[in-house]
């Protein structure tokens, strides 16, 4: 009985050991599975994360690339505006051409007898006015007249001719000039000293200093002064030819009239 006790224990003991080893191996196999499981969800887990994060980069990139372009699409916005206006200037300036050009042809048209006019004027001004430099004046106008009918001359540069003889007439007024002349005085030939003192007065006194005269431009003619004037004229030729200081002078000067 007590040998067949034994049995039996040695047998549960046996069967116990057996359980116990069998646990364990379950438990062992449980235990790598899960661990198993963890690692490939760890191994997923840095996947997914390294997916995110490349994503997240490109997101970036694109991001930036969107940005960027958004600012050329502004600079182009910006750039057509001023292009739109710059091109609405160009079409009202080619507008104001066109008129213009349809117009040259009239002013063309015009223009030439009104140089021809403004050249007549000056040559009657220049008949009355009192004769100083009058071989020079006349020349000028000689000059112009024939070059109103040159082809190769344009009618610009005609108006600019007439328009520059016009400016040299007016400073004539305002200029003191001496020169050597030669005049009709008591039905001889006189070679004189002429002093022109802007318009005021045109004088002349011989070489010698013995004759003075004025011209009268009523008259149309040249009347000799007295000694009272020799000095002044003198002097004036002088102060003309800068051979003096400027200085008072005594000279012949119409009244004005009505």
């Given at each position: 009985?007590?040998?067949?006790?034994?049995?039996?224990?040695?047998?549960?003991?046996?069967?116990?050991?057996?359980?116990?080893?069998?646990?364990?191996?379950?438990?062992?196999?449980?235990?790598?599975?899960?661990?198993?499981?963890?690692?490939?969800?760890?191994?997923?887990?840095?996947?997914?994360?390294a997916k995110i994060d490349e994503v997240s980069e490109e997101t970036r990139d694109l991001l930036q690339q969107y940005k960027t372009v958004m600012k050329?699409?502004?600079?182009?916005?910006?750039?057509?505006?001023?292009?739109?206006?710059?091109?609405?200037?160009?079409?009202?300036?080619?507008?104001?051409?066109?008129?213009?050009?349809?117009?040259?042809?009239?002013?063309?048209?015009?223009?030439?007898?009104?140089?021809?006019?403004?050249?007549?004027?000056?040559?009657?001004?220049?008949?009355?006015?009192?004769?100083?430099?009058?071989?020079?004046?006349?020349?000028?106008?000689?000059?112009?007249?024939?070059?109103?009918?040159?082809?190769?001359?344009?009618?610009?540069?005609?108006?600019?001719?007439?328009?520059?003889?016009?400016?040299?007439?007016?400073?004539?007024?305002?200029?003191?000039?001496?020169?050597?002349?030669?005049?009709?005085?008591?039905?001889?030939?006189?070679?004189?000293?002429?002093?022109?003192?802007?318009?005021?007065?045109?004088?002349?006194?011989?070489?010698?200093?013995?004759?003075?005269?004025?011209?009268?431009?009523?008259?149309?003619?040249?009347?000799?002064?007295?000694?009272?004037?020799?000095?002044?004229?003198?002097?004036?030729?002088?102060?003309?030819?800068?051979?003096?200081?400027?200085?008072?002078?005594?000279?012949?000067?119409?009244?004005p009239g009505e």
């Amino acid at each position: 009985m007590k040998k067949h006790q034994m049995r039996l224990g040695t047998v549960v003991t046996a069967l116990c050991l057996v359980s116990l080893i069998s646990a364990g191996e379950v438990y062992a196999a449980s235990l790598d599975e899960v661990l198993g499981v963890r690692s490939s969800t760890t191994v997923d887990g840095a996947k997914s994360q390294a997916k995110i994060d490349e994503v997240s980069e490109e997101t970036r990139d694109l991001l930036q690339q969107y940005k960027t372009v958004m600012k050329v699409v502004d600079g182009l916005r910006v750039y057509n505006q001023q292009q739109r206006r710059l091109i609405s200037n160009q079409e009202q300036e080619l507008a104001e051409l066109e008129e213009s050009i349809d117009q040259v042809t009239v002013i063309e048209r015009q223009i030439g007898p009104l140089i021809e006019r403004m050249i007549e004027n000056l040559e009657k001004f220049v008949d009355l006015d009192i004769p100083f430099l009058i071989s020079e004046r006349r020349e000028r106008i000689d000059f112009l007249k024939d070059t109103l009918d040159r082809a190769d001359v344009s009618v610009a540069e005609k108006f600019s001719q007439v328009l520059q003889a016009y400016q040299v007439e007016n400073t004539y007024g305002t200029t003191i000039e001496a020169y050597t002349d030669t005049i009709e005085l008591n039905g001889a030939t006189r070679q004189v000293d002429m002093l022109k003192w802007g318009r005021v007065a045109l004088v002349f006194q011989t070489p010698d200093g013995e004759v003075t005269g004025v011209w009268d431009n009523e008259a149309r003619q040249w009347q000799i002064l007295g000694d009272e004037f020799r000095r002044g004229v003198r002097d004036g030729l002088r102060i003309a030819r800068k051979t003096m200081t400027a200085n008072l002078v005594h000279l012949p000067v119409p009244a004005p009239g009505e």
